[in-house]
Each structure stands twice: as C-alpha cells, then as structure tokens.
C-alpha cells in the first residue's frame, strides 16, 4: 500500500538555505519520529547505520502503522545557535557557586591541616603538658565550624562532613591516650 502523503526530499543544504544566514549550517539538529504513514528520505552527510555513506529512508508499507525499515527516519530542525538567557543565567550562577564553594572546601581543608600538624607537633613534643591540648581543642572547635558550613551549604555530603570531624577527635583522643592525659574504659570515679 502506497503513503498517502507526498513525499519531499531535504538536504542539509536547503536547510541552512532558510537559515537567516545562508552561509551558516544548523548549529543543532533535533530528531523525532514522525507519523508511520509519512515517508520521508534525508540526505544527510555521515555513515548510515547500515554501513556506508547515502540517504536514510523508511517507507510505510501498511496502514496499521508498521515501518518497514530500511534506515531511520528522521525530521530535522535547524536551530541559530543562540541559548536562552535563563541557560546564560544559570551558567553565570553555576561558576559563581563553583567558586564560592572552592572557597568553603579550601578553608575546611587548610583549617583540617592545621590541627593535624598541631596534633603531630604534641605527639612529638617530650615534655607536653596537658594544658597544651586546649590551644588544639580551640583550633579543633574553629574546623568543626568550617566543615558544618561547608556542609550546610551543600558543597560538602553530611556524611563527609561527619567522617572528617570524627578523624580530628579520634586524632585528639590517640594522642591523649598516648600521653597518658586520658584512659580509656575508665570506671568513673563517684564523687563523695
């Protein structure tokens, strides 16, 4: 059974004929299926799926919407290229995030440093008192903040979050059990 539409042929050139600039192809090209009583064949300048180079084409060969397929059938719409400005919005916003974040991470992390190079330093020391461990607690106290506003914000997972300051006091703890400043499993003392 023959289609009952007319069947015209598009080429990529009578495209970007009807472009506002006939030098300038299509900077996109938008697929979807069209009717199965339609036929259409496109000439298209890359590979078939089929294997070499040439036409695409699927006729209708039944009116209960059947394709004998003999390629793909295609309809293509040619867009200027020019994005709508909520997607320039939206990238605009994306970098300044992207920035900001960078910023929130990048103070976590040095702060993060900071009392593990104190930690080290205590663990190192030979004579260190068990005052010294508040200055760390403060500097302690201070990455708690920055990784809870890195969270807070959404740069950071919870989870992450809650797993780097676990690493800071189970740091603190090692070296407190290491001085001898606090034993663990302990039967606490009753006050009298």
């Known amino acids: 059974m023959a289609a009952t539409s007319t069947s015209p042929l598009f080429s990529l050139s009578s495209l970007s004929a009807s472009l506002p600039s006939p030098t300038r192809l299509p900077i996109s090209l938008s ?37 004998r397929r003999r390629g793909l059938e295609v309809v293509c719409e040619a867009t200027t290229g020019r994005r709508p400005d909520s997607v320039a919005k939206r990238e605009r916003q994306n970098e300044k995030h992207r920035i900001r974040n960078h910023a929130r991470k990048a103070e976590m992390r040095t702060r993060m440093k900071k009392v593990f190079r104190a930690l080290e330093k205590l663990r190192k020391k030979a004579d260190a008192q068990p005052e010294e461990i508040i200055e760390i607690e403060k500097m302690i106290a201070e990455a708690y903040k920055a990784i809870d506003k890195t969270v807070q914000v959404g740069a950071l997972h919870r989870n992450t979050g809650n797993h780097r300051k676990s690493r800071l006091a189970r740091r603190k703890k090692a070296i407190e059990i290491l001085r001898g400043w606090y034993v663990p499993n302990a039967e606490p003392v009753a006050a009298a």
């Open 31 to 67: 697929l979807r299926a069209i009717s199965p009583r339609a036929r259409l064949s496109v000439s298209l300048p890359f590979a078939s799926p089929h294997g070499g180079y040439g036409s695409w084409a699927s006729t209708s060969t039944s009116s209960t919407g059947k394709l």
